[in-house]
Each structure stands twice: as structure tokens, then as C-alpha cells.
């Protein structure tokens, strides 16, 4: 799903009217009827339910005056408060708060009032709590922070004791393509975003302000959506299940067939993370998945790992580390497999930097790259980089893109969309940037954001978890390393979720996650569940 800007999605309804000549008050005559559509379907039927409404003098405010129409035709009884006056305000949003002001003049079951002022507006919410509030006061044009009544005005929706507040299009306060708040901004518990998601409605933080994220369809052609420009897409179930599908097993399959996975990780006190690696490229159904350990830990991995994992001990240095002579021996296992992944646990020692550079240097195979063996490869060398025969994934959290990327934590933190684009269209590599609401960013520049996963899952061997998982895609796939980063990332989130949902979030370990991940695929749609 299309993730739209403020100025793509102006250039969408324009060209709607002036294309297809929908007009703009079918428009929002359309979103009204969505929006009522999802406020019933999160918060129950509206007949007989008192309904608070706060309205902006712009086309958001327009929106919720139709939707208080669309409501009071449910049988709701709608009050709206405008802050400003209806007189003031213009075009098709004036249109609508016309028809709301001759209803509420007729006395049926619909009240229309102005807000002018602080104290009017705090006399107007000292009224009886209603059953449900609506934002409408700002929509996606906002580029400053609010201020004066409109501050206010947020504030006591904020101070709501215990009713649901829905918001139109994006929580007021929110500026659409920033999601870094930029001042005091509505907290909603649904919002119906409309026509496709707006930046602020899937990036974190601002997405926590959102709640549930409702896109609602209010009749612009798909062709304008598709063609708009957008490089960022929103990951849906349907996308994923649509890719499991083309990835689905034969027949005949065997288990030389179905992705053969070679797995470099582990060192001294960090077995642990080459076992977990391991058993979720199994459980991600790679069909031979065999595990590289420095020799002197090899018995602790086998031990650890389950048994269906085979075991390659290579050269250890003294510290427990792998040695440079590992290698060869390392590039002779990479070659009988499908994909490799490297980096878990394998510590930071100069033979073990050795290592992980000369293998990816003279890779003939796709390689994954996390944990570890991206320290080790930072800064990145200006002679690697992916290829389309010889793909490179990389699945760093804030830090080590940083280190990669040669910037720092914070520039990453503020904007994760453009920092994975950058590395990826720079060295040709599909960036998995982990975090709440993980984003993968593939070498033309397209970035794509994952929906699932929780809180409960920032918990040590997650992302060993996550490699061994992809790297399990990758090995089924061959060579499609984007669609099995994408796949990877929802189906461990997925994974998380269903955990959380047993464990609760403050429990949940990374092996809760792989104990999870056949449910995930079936779930997802990857496979047909067996009575």
C-alpha cells in the first residue's frame, strides 16, 4: 500500500477532479461515509450515542461535518463545535457546514457551535462526556505547530477522561510527512486516514499517536495512487501472502531444493546467538542448515543448536574467536550453499574482521550480514557492494547503521527512511533497519515499512531470530532477497505478536518468537493449515 506525502496526495485529488471529474464534495461526501464505516467497526453501533465533534475551518473540518450528517443519519446524536466561525469558512467544507447548520437550526438531533474563545471552548468541554469524540481540526496541511485555540482546543480532547476519540485523515497536530511531532498534537485511538496512509500514520513516533490506522477508499482511481511517485510503501498482509504464495513449496520438493543455509556465527559466551540463528533458518524452512563455529565452541553450538543442525567447526584464535585460516574452509561451505548468513556472536576481534571482510569480498553466493559482522565491516569498504547476481543484506539496528553508514545514532533515529535509502541505493544493498516499525530499503531507492511486531520484542537474540529467518527466504528464493527481507520482517513481527499474545510483552524471549513462526506462516497465509 502507497504511503502518500502532503503534496503527492494534493497532486492525487487534483488530478482526480480534473481527470476524472469527481468532484471534491463527493470527495468528502465519500470519506464521511468511510470514516463512519470505521468508527462503527472499532467502536460498535452509533444509534443513540452521543457524539462530540471538533472541527478546524478547513476541509478536515469539512470532513467531520459531513461525517456528523452521516452519523445523525445513524441515528447519533451529534453535537460540533467549529473553532472559529461556520460563516468563515469556504468551498465544499462551507458546503457541509451549511447543511449541518440548517439541520441543527430545525432542532433534529444535530447541535452546531462556535468557538471563538479559550473560555467558550472550556465552557463547551465542562459539558457531560459524550460517548465518542472526533478530530477534525486539522488534516495534512499543518507544517507548523498548532497554537492559540487550536492548541487548546487539542488539549482538552487530550484530557478526555475515558471516551474514544477518532481522528479524520491524521491526529491534529501532526504534520503529515513528518514523523517527528512538531508540537502539541491530538492522541487518537483510531484514525481513519484517507485514501492511502500518510508518513505520520506509519513511522514512529508519530504512528503511536494514531492508534488503529483505518485507510479509507473514497473513490480516486488506483492508477493515480500507483503513478503518483511514492517511493515508500506500507507492507499489508495481502502483499505478504501474495509472495508466500509464489514461494510455496513443490510437490516433489526435497531437501536440497528448499534452501540449503550455511550459518557463520557464535564465539566464546556467545554460542547462544549461532544456535538461536540456526534453528529459525529451520523453522523459516530452509531444508539443510548447517552452522561454521570456531572449533573451540563447536560442541557447546551443537549442543545448544537442535538436532537436525549440522555443525562445521573451523580455526579458532586463542580467544575463542574465529581465525583467519577459517576462510578458506568458510568459502568452500559458502559455495555449496544457497545463501550464508554472517555476524551473530561472532565477536570483534582483528582475525575474526579478517574474516568477514575476505568473505564477503570473494563471496559467490547471496549473504546476509548482521549483528557483529557489521562492526566489523565498518567502515563499509568503498570496494563492497551488492550486485544483482551476488546480493548483500544487510539487518542493522540505529547503532550499527551508524557505524556503517559512518554518521550517528541520532541523524538515524531522526529520519530511518532516508538513512536506509541512502546506504541502499549507495552500496547496492537491501537494508533491513530494525526497530519499531522496521523499514527495508532496496538499492532503487524504494523503502518499505513493516506493521507488526511489539515492544516485547527488544529483547537479546531477536535479531539473531530475524537473520536465520530471512536467511531461510532467501535460501527458498534464491535470488530475491528484497521479497524475502519483506516476507522476514512481517512474519517475525507476526511471530512477536502471537508470542506477546501468550507471554504477555514483558516476558517474551527471542525463542518465543521462533516457537511462533509455523503459526506465523500459516497465519499469513503461507501455507494450507492440516486438519
Known amino acids: ?95 457541509n457546514f451549511d447543511i449541518v447548520k440548517a439541520l441543527a437550526s430545525s432542532g433534529c438531533g444535530i447541535g452546531l457551535r462556535e468557538v471563538s474563545t479559550r473560555d467558550e471552548l ?32 487539542i488539549e482538552s480532547l487530550n484530557n478526555r477522561v475515558s471516551s474514544p476519540l477518532a481522528a479524520l485523515d491524521l491526529p491534529s497536530g501532526l504534520s503529515a510527512d513528518n514523523p517527528n511531532p512538531i508540537g502539541p498534537h491530538v492522541v487518537a485511538d483510531l484514525t481513519v486516514t484517507f485514501t492511502a496512509p500518510k508518513p505520520s500514520c506509519v ?57 540449503r543455509v550455511l550459518v557463520v556465527a557464535g564465539s566464546t559466551g556467545k554460542t547462544g546467538a549461532a544456535a538461536m540463528t540456526a534453528e529459525a533458518a529451520l523453522r523459516g524452512g530452509a531444508g539443510l542448515v548447517s552452522v561454521a563455529v570456531p572449533s573451540s565452541v563447536e560442541p557447546l553450538v551443537a549442543a545448544r543448536a537442535p538436532v537436525e543442525v549440522m555443525t562445521e567447526p573451523v580455526a579458532s584464535s586463542d580467544d575463542g574467536t574465529i581465525d583467519e585460516p577459517a576462510l578458506g574452509a568458510l568459502l568452500e561451505l559458502h559455495e555449496r550453499a544457497d545463501v550464508t548468513v554472517v555476524g551473530p556472536g561472532l565477536g570483534l576481534s582483528a582475525t575474526a574482521r579478517a574474516v568477514v571482510q575476505g568473505l564477503v569480498r570473494e563471496r559467490s553466493r547471496p549473504i546476509l550480514l548482521d549483528a557483529d559482522a557489521l562492526s566489523l565491516l565498518a567502515p ?99 535470488l530475491d532477497p528484497l521479497g524475502s527481507a519483506i516476507a522476514g520482517v512481517y512474519l517475525h513481527g507476526l511471530a512477536g505478536d502471537l508470542a506477546a499474545g501468550a507471554t504477555g510483552v514483558r516476558a517474551l524471549v527471542a525463542t518465543d518468537i521462533t516457537a511462533n513462526l509455523g503459526r506465523a506462516f500459516l497465519d499469513a497465509g503461507g501455507e494450507v493449515e492440516q486438519a
Not at 81 to 88: C, N, S
Not at 416 to 443: C, D, M, Q
Request: negative net charge; aromatic residues 4%; contains cysteine.
Open 203 to 259: 513511522l514512529p513516533p508519530a504512528v503511536f499517536a494514531c492508534g488503529l490506522v483505518a485507510t479509507a477508499g473514497i473513490g480516486t482511481p488506483d492508477e493515480l495512487i500507483d503513478g503518483c511517485g511514492s517511493r515508500l510503501t506500507l507492507v499489508t498482509p495481502e502483499d505478504v501472502a501474495e509472495w508466500l504464495a509464489e514461494s510455496s513449496r513443490a510437490p516433489d520438493a526435497h531437501k536440497g531444493s528448499v534452501g
Open 1 to 95: 500500500m502507497k504511503v502518500l506525502s502532503a503534496a503527492e496526495m494534493r497532486e492525487v485529488d487534483r488530478l482526480t477532479t480534473e481527470r476524472f471529474a469527481i468532484p471534491g464534495l463527493l470527495l468528502m461526501e465519500n470519506a464521511a461515509g468511510r470514516a463512519v464505516e470505521a468508527i462503527e467497526g472499532a467502536f460498535g453501533d452509533m444509534a443513540g450515542r452521543r457524539v462530540r465533534i471538533v472541527c478546524g475551518p478547513g476541509n478536515n473540518g469539512g470532513d467531520g461535518a459531513a461525517v456528523a450528517r452521516q452519523l445523525w443519519i445513524r441515528g447519533a446524536h451529534v453535537e460540533v463545535l467549529i473553532l472559529g466561525r461556520a460563516g468563515d469558512t469556504s468551498g465544499d467544507a462551507r458546503t
Open 122 to 153: 472550556w465552557e463547551e468541554f465542562d459539558e457531560p462526556e459524550p460517548d465518542l469524540f472526533v478530530d477534525a481540526i486539522f488534516g495534512t496541511g499543518l507544517s507548523r505547530p498548532a497554537e492559540g485555540l487550536y492548541a487548546d482546543a
Open 380 to 478: 563499509w569498504p568503498d570496494d563492497i557492494s551488492g550486485t544483482a547476481e551476488l546480493p548483500i543484506v544487510v539487518t542493522p539496528h540505529p547503532a550499527e547503521m551508524a557505524r556503517i553508514a559512518g554518521t550517528v545514532t541520532r541523524a538515524v533515529v531522526a529520519d530511518r527512511v532516508a538513512a536506509a535509502r541512502e546506504f541502499a541505493t549507495r552500496r547496492h544493498v537491501v537494508v533491513v533497519l530494525k526497530g519499531a516499525r522496521t523499514v527495508i530499503a532496496e538499492p532503487g531507492g524504494e523503502v518499505f515499512v513493516n506493521p507488526t511486531g511489539n515492544a516485547g520484542m527488544a529483547t537479546g537474540g531477536s535479531g539473531d531470530v530475524l537473520s536465520g529467518l530471512i536467511g531461510a527466504l532467501i535460501g527458498q528464493r534464491h
